[in-house]
């Protein structure tokens, strides 16, 4: 499909390049600012991990918890869980992950010994050196592991592959524990493993990740009202945060690419520089994962509707966001280049230099407020810009700047992303109000020191 963002298919390489320097530009940006690192650097690096920096645990905090909020503090028959990432290997026979159905076909080049998943290669030749290809043989994804002191059969465990199986063994512990009826939902936040073939693309798709999911248990027959309702509301979530629509599309699975437990499903995804891809999957599961584990678990995990007096099995509505690539897709639709001249903002012409800054929605930003004293050398400044980023940082995350001149400050600040400056100046001493620079716009409007609390919480939604 032809992104209208670049050149036509005639002048593909051109496109190619484009995309791949837009890449380039943000994995720059992402390691010298702090966002994200290569993981075990200094040791060379360990292939495809990848490690959060200050400001990046910042943002991807931020992305979970306007998640969490999302589906758990504005939604009364939601709630949260946190199961272990150690489960019974029992959970993952009763799953299917056990079997050949959690794998990918795997083929190795005879020239090169490179390994590729045979899904993603355009023809019968070796992507790197066009040698031979072996033939496919299924590799399962599961990452496996021993607990207790002695490594044999029946110490084997499993870093889980998903996070939603801990829901499903602990439904029936939330529903004793509380006073939900269906429908109603569990969320959880956590760490996933799966050893993939190929990963790649920075953090997109690595072997190590963070899952937001919610099971959202529900009657029979009610599957396409609430399959229907989630897909919208999902839809709406990315809209509400700053992404653009037309960078986003729904992907309906084929009946024939359903998984084995799916009866219906849809991908929310994304349009990167390297592709439209998958950063959250809707689900109608059916009934098929309660009834699973009730009948390896020998448990009754049936439901009784008081009103009804009908007791039934529940069906589940998924919604499963890869946390890592939904912080990938808000950090590439936040990145932006314009011309500058004279510190004002103008279009891209000629050789001007070029501001580079990220206009994350104010409630994803790591920073919200940077505080500066106009010169770092006027103590009566110093100490004033000092307080107010004291009384400040008790509501909100403030940096502090007093390096170099206003200019770099500022430019500093665009391109972590931080919505609003704050400078102390001479003017403030005499009138008790501030300098305050928004980000997008660089416009300033001078406010009172005593009004800067109220005005930000205006500003900061």
């Known amino acids: 499909m032809q992104n209208d963002n670049f050149p036509p298919v ?15 530009k943000i994995v720059s940006l992402c390691k010298r600012r702090g966002f994200i690192y290569p993981g075990s650097e200094i040791y060379g690096g360990l292939s495809n991990s990848w490690d959060y920096g200050p400001l990046g645990v910042e943002l991807k905090n931020n992305v979970k918890s306007e998640w969490w909020k999302e589906m758990t503090r504005r939604r009364e028959n939601i709630v949260g869980l946190d199961a272990a990432i150690l489960m019974s290997p029992k959970v993952w026979q009763a799953s299917g992950h056990l079997t050949a159905g959690f794998a990918d076909l795997l083929v190795e080049c005879k020239k090169c010994h490179h390994r590729f998943r045979k899904d993603h290669l355009q023809n019968e030749k070796c992507p790197d050196c066009g040698g031979d290809l072996t033939e496919e043989k299924k590799f399962n994804l599961m990452m496996k592991t021993f607990v207790g002191p002695v490594e044999d059969e029946a110490a084997v465990a499993y870093l889980r592959a998903e996070t939603c199986q801990g829901i499903y063994v602990n439904y029936k512990n939330v529903l004793d524990s509380t006073r939900l009826k269906i429908p109603f939902g569990i969320a959880q936040i956590g760490k996933a493993f799966r050893n993939e073939i190929t990963p790649g693309n920075f953090t997109y798709r690595t072997r190590e990740f963070e ?36 960078n986003l599309r729904f992907k309906e699975h084929k009946k024939e690419d359903l998984a084995h437990y799916a009866r219906a499903g849809v991908d929310i995804e994304y349009k990167f520089p390297f592709g439209w891809n998958e950063i959250e999957g809707i689900h109608d599961r059916g009934d098929w994962d309660l009834s699973n584990h009730g009948k390896h678990s020998g448990k009754d995990l049936s439901y009784f509707n008081e009103e009804t007096k009908e007791k039934f099995i ?42 580079v800054y990220l206009n994350f929605a104010p409630v994803l930003a790591p920073y919200k407020i ?76 001078r406010v009172k020191i005593g009004e800067l609390s109220d005005w930000l919480k205006s500003k900061l939604v």
């Open 314 to 355: 529940p069906h589940i509505i998924e919604t499963s966001v890869g946390a890592d690539r939904s912080t990938l897709a808000f950090f590439i639709e936040s990145y932006r280049e314009e011309a500058v001249l004279a510190g004002r903002q103008v279009m891209p012409t000629g050789r001007q230099e070029k501001r």
């Open 370 to 445: 940077a505080v500066f004293p106009l010169l770092a050398n006027k103590p009566t400044l110093v100490e004033l810009a000092g307080k107010i980023y004291g009384d400040l940082r008790e509501e909100f995350m403030v940096a502090y700047d007093d390096r170099g001149n206003i200019g770099k400050r500022y430019y500093s600040q665009d391109e972590i992303g931080t919505p609003f400056c704050i400078t102390v100046d001479f003017q403030t001493l005499e009138d008790d109000a501030v300098t305050v620079r928004e980000r997008d716009t660089a416009k300033q409007e």
């Open 211 to 246: 899952q937001m999911e919610m099971q959202f248990f529900i009657a029979p027959g009610e599957n396409k009202k609430w399959f229907d309702f989630w897909k919208e509301e999902r839809m709406k979530w990315y809209l509400n945060l700053g992404i653009k629509k037309e």
């Open 10 to 24: 005639a002048d593909q390489p051109r496109a190619e390049k484009f995309k791949n320097d837009l890449m380039d």
